[in-house]
């Protein structure tokens, strides 16, 4: 069984930085992609941020500049360095995985989520 945790979330006033975590547990033979999404109330869930094998990172043009991915391949984790913050980037963030697990095929896991809220 494998499992996303995330952690990190939080209250922050506008201009304030959070740091996400989320750590990938259980049977994993390879993860092949781990990236950021984030959903605002009433709207759809956006990638926010994806790291690529290459250590290259894509983002949405509203946290370029002001938030970095970053992963630990020997721990099965992601990062997410969020500087700046900005009242619109209120989300819960989620972190996704494209994972194979031991003795089977690669599918996608979700985290749970964490909320993430800015105050102006």
């Known amino acids: 069984q494998v499992q996303l945790v995330e952690s990190g979330g939080g209250s922050v006033q506008a201009g304030g930085s959070l740091r996400l975590t989320c750590t990938a547990s259980?049977?994993?033979?390879?993860?092949?992609?781990m990236n950021w999404h984030r959903q605002a109330p009433g709207k759809q869930r956006e990638l926010v941020a994806d790291i690529l094998s290459s250590s290259a990172a894509v983002y949405a043009d509203s946290v370029k500049g002001r938030f970095t991915i970053t992963r630990d391949y020997a721990l099965n984790t992601v990062y997410l360095q969020m500087n700046s913050l900005k009242p619109e980037d209120t989300a819960v963030y989620y972190c996704?995985?494209?994972?194979?697990?031991?003795?089977?095929?690669?599918?996608?896991?979700w985290g749970q989520g964490t909320q993430v809220t800015v105050s102006s």
């Open positions: 996704a995985a494209l994972i194979r697990e031991t003795g089977g095929s690669a599918r996608l896991y």
């Open positions: 259980g049977s994993i033979f390879s993860i092949n992609a």
